[in-house]
């Protein structure tokens, strides 16, 4: 679960942390994947993304806030300090993040404009 709180940028999806994630947890299944983003009491959304045989779902898992996860780095020491935390959040959003879900992201107020920008 750290690992997945410490991938730079505010959201994260399966596809982005077996490109960007700890070497050591690239093989990490999806199933291990969902099972840490849902203990992680933050955000899993589904984003609606299109294709060329219509729409598909993509989950993508929403950081909060720094101010808004320090409850819940403080609860659950062991994942990572409120400092390392804030330092990978502040951090640009995964190239693995396609056009199409960064837009519907930064509409939808998840993310700002800036941590978009490659």
Do not use: W
Not at 21 to 27: D, K
Not at 66 to 92: D, M, V
Not at 97 to 116: D, F, G, P, S, W
Request: proline share 7%; net charge positive.
């Amino acid at each position: 679960m750290a690992a997945i709180l410490l991938t730079p940028g505010p959201v994260c999806s399966y596809h982005s942390f077996t490109q960007s994630g700890p070497p050591s947890l690239r093989s990490i299944t999806r199933k291990e994947y969902d099972f840490a983003t849902n203990t992680l009491e933050m955000n899993n959304l589904g984003i609606q993304v299109g294709v060329q045989s219509g729409y598909v779902t993509r989950l993508v898992f929403v950081k909060q806030a720094p101010s808004l996860a320090e409850p819940i780095l403080q609860r659950s020491s062991n994942l990572c300090t409120p400092q390392e935390y804030t330092g990978r959040f502040q951090c640009k959003v995964p190239l693995k993040i396609n056009a199409n879900i960064r837009k519907q992201l930064v509409e939808m107020n998840y993310v700002t404009e800036e941590q978009m920008k490659y």
